[in-house]
């Protein structure tokens, strides 16, 4: 049976879960129709750009799992550094917004002024 295929799969189910890992951790398949911290960030990053299309340098600051899905900050700049800011070797100035992200549909649920 070299070489030979038979289209019998005799995979293991340690293997399949060990996929299924890999799967989640490359943002792949999600666990009982839940995202993970990596979908809920891109969620974040790609609602920001649309409802902000003038954003530049987008970051994320933090991440933290709530009672229904994540809350997301990011920060990013909307233009250029003013006079005195480039004078003092200042960026342009930065706005951070929390974002919740929901688990089930990854789609972000409210915006908020972030505040530490």
Known sequence: MNGVKTGKNFEGSRVRELREISAAHRGGAKKSGTIDMKGAVQSAFAFTKDMFPQAKDIRLEEVEPGSVGWTVVISFST???????QVMGGGAPRLFKTIAVDST????QSLKVWKQ
């Open 79 to 85: 233009g250029e550094p003013g006079t005195l800011a």
């Open 105 to 108: 549909s990854g789609k972000a």
